[in-house]
């Protein structure tokens, strides 16, 4: 079974560009999450999808930011205009709609770099 | 404000022994903890996790214990092999019974020494 996957790995770009970040869960996995870690600190979550419907965007830092999940597969995380904060590595994750508690499985990362 | 901490930056342990990575939490609404394990430039990859209605969850070498009363975790690997050298993360989720996103640490690199 394919992990969690993640495209890019790494995009340097310059502040007030726009960049696009995908992800695609591990098939079948209804829950999809954004993670952020910043240099030096800890992982942040961002948002949790639930197929297609945002169950929880409370870790969004500002409307810069735009994810969507169209379908219910993979998720888009898009950040426009991008600032020198924002930089760090963006990890999505997923687990299976269940009952009780699934675990979460991570991607490896995109390494975002804004100059 | 974090509500997850583990004080430990590192921890160097030799290859055999038993290594011990301590995780504390402020918010009593946590009912599940996670530890992942992180290798560089990779996503943190799950290694154990246990429920807040257990005191310990024990998997091939990796045990986990929980101290509810004094919102505490750790985690013991034993014995420690050299490619048990990454950085470690406690992460701790409030369900209320369904899924939750996860407040992470931030991590103990330890390292296995041969």
């Known amino acids: 079974e394919a992990g969690v996957t993640q495209f890019p790995s790494h995009s340097v770009i310059e502040k007030g560009q726009t960049v696009t970040l995908r992800c695609d869960p591990i098939?079948?996995?209804?829950?999809l999450y954004w993670y952020r870690r910043v240099m030096g600190k800890e992982i942040k979550f961002l948002l949790h999808?639930?197929?297609?419907?945002?169950?929880?965007e409370s870790g969004m830092p500002n409307n810069r930011f735009l994810a969507e999940r169209t379908g219910g597969t993979y998720s888009t995380l898009k950040v426009q205009p991008a600032e020198l904060e924002d930089s760090g590595v963006y990890f999505c994750?997923?687990?299976?709609?269940?009952?009780?508690?699934?675990?979460?499985?991570f991607g490896p990362g995109t390494r975002l770099l804004v100059l | 404000d974090q509500q997850v901490k583990q004080n430990s930056p590192s921890l160097s342990v030799q290859e055999g022994r038993i290594s011990i990575l301590n995780c504390d939490y402020t918010n009593s609404m946590f009912d599940y903890f996670l530890w992942y394990k992180k290798y560089p430039a990779e996503g943190p990859t799950f290694l154990i996790s246990i429920s807040s209605i257990k005191d310990k969850n024990e998997d091939g070498r990796f045990t986990v214990f929980l101290n509810k009363s004094a919102k505490h975790l750790s985690l013991h690997i034993v014995p420690s092999q050299p490619g048990d050298s990454a950085v470690y993360f406690c992460?701790?989720?409030?369900?209320?019974?369904?899924?939750?996103?996860?407040?992470f640490g931030k991590g103990t690199k330890l390292s296995v020494k041969p």
């Open positions: 992460a701790a989720s409030a369900t209320g019974g369904s899924q939750g996103n996860l407040i």
């Open positions: 098939s079948g996995h209804d829950n």
């Open positions: 994750a997923s687990s299976r709609l269940g009952t009780g508690w699934e675990t979460q499985y």
């Open positions: 999808f639930v197929k297609e419907s945002k169950q929880d």
